[in-house]
């Protein structure tokens, strides 16, 4: 059963710090969307990425975070330096575009920020 | 994409059928109606999707009314695991990277009680 996986799952860490967060997508599937949620927020798209390529960061804090596809099968967003107003969940999706587009999402990182 | 308007929770008794409305009046001829669903703690998990008819799977069923301005999503025999936010989501599909974004609204919060 294909899925896709998020690491960590979870992630307690100081203000300041550099977080990474790694997204395997489903083989195959070329285009790859990072989201975020909250309470507060709701599911936010932050970024995605076709055939590795960034198409739309718009919804990404360009002064901390950054998001990178480095081959078809890792991708990588990371938070520098942290605050604690970035914990939330984020979660990696997968597109397969032989089933009508249908997006897959993975479990979620769990990030907290003290 | 089009906008989308569910209401925020209902409950469903166990055994029954669970009928999810969701209003889309603004949507376009190329946008399809996405059904997800999101259990607690879990990423959103695909159910369905359709452009104009009525679409079924093993997970549900989805009407759309000939106008395309509303649909019904249909859990035919509610279980306590269908418990979860389900969110309706219109996008348009197809080759161009802009179609396939999937926007979250706020869902309806279903509760199947026994």
Same mark, same amino acid.
């Given at each position: 059963?294909?899925?896709?996986?998020?690491?960590?799952?979870?992630?307690?860490?100081?203000?300041?710090?550099?977080?990474?967060? &790694?997204?395997?997508?489903?083989?195959?599937?070329? !285009?790859? $969307?990072?989201?975020?949620?909250?309470?507060?927020?709701?599911?936010?798209?932050?970024?995605?990425?076709? +055939? &590795?390529?960034?198409?739309?960061?718009?919804?990404?804090?360009?002064? &901390?975070?950054?998001?990178?596809?480095?081959?078809? !099968?890792?991708? !990588?967003?990371?938070?520098?330096?942290?605050?604690? &107003?970035?914990?939330?969940?984020? $979660?990696?999706?997968?597109?397969?575009?032989?089933?009508? +587009?249908?997006?897959? $999402?993975?479990?979620?990182?769990?990030? !907290?920020?003290? | 994409?089009?906008?989308?308007?569910? %209401? %925020?929770?209902?409950?469903?008794?166990?055994g029954r059928a669970a009928n999810l409305p969701c209003n889309h009046s603004t949507i376009s001829g190329n946008e399809y109606v996405y059904w997800?669903?999101?259990?607690?703690?879990q990423g959103p998990q695909y159910i369905i999707h359709g452009l104009k008819n009525n679409e079924t799977n093993e997970m549900a069923s989805l009407i759309i009314t000939e106008d395309r301005k509303s649909s019904t999503l249909i859990l035919p025999h509610?279980?306590?695991?269908?418990?979860?936010?389900?969110?309706?989501?219109?996008?348009?599909?197809?080759?161009?990277?802009? @179609?396939?974004?999937?926007?979250? @609204?706020? @869902?309806?919060?279903?509760?199947?009680? %026994?």
């Amino acid at each position: 059963d294909a899925r896709v996986t998020q690491t960590p799952r979870h992630k307690v860490t100081e203000m300041g710090q550099e977080v990474t967060m &790694r997204c395997q997508p489903i083989l195959g599937h070329n !285009t790859v $969307f990072w989201y975020r949620q909250t309470m507060m927020q709701g599911l936010e798209l932050l970024a995605y990425f076709r +055939n &590795r390529a960034p198409l739309d960061d718009s919804g990404m804090p360009k002064d &901390r975070f950054s998001a990178e596809m480095p081959d078809a !099968t890792l991708a !990588t967003l990371k938070i520098q330096p942290s605050e604690p &107003r970035d914990s939330a969940v984020y $979660f990696c999706a997968s597109v397969d575009r032989v089933a009508g +587009n249908t997006i897959y $999402f993975g479990e979620g990182s769990w990030l !907290t920020v003290v | 994409d089009a906008k989308t308007t569910q %209401p %925020p929770s209902m409950d469903c008794a166990e055994g029954r059928a669970a009928n999810l409305p969701c209003n889309h009046s603004t949507i376009s001829g190329n946008e399809y109606v996405y059904w997800y669903r999101q259990i607690h703690s879990q990423g959103p998990q695909y159910i369905i999707h359709g452009l104009k008819n009525n679409e079924t799977n093993e997970m549900a069923s989805l009407i759309i009314t000939e106008d395309r301005k509303s649909s019904t999503l249909i859990l035919p025999h509610a279980t306590l695991r269908d418990t979860a936010v389900y969110y309706c989501i219109v996008r348009v599909a197809g080759v161009k990277a802009a @179609g396939n974004k999937l926007t979250f @609204g706020g @869902g309806t919060r279903v509760l199947v009680k %026994p």
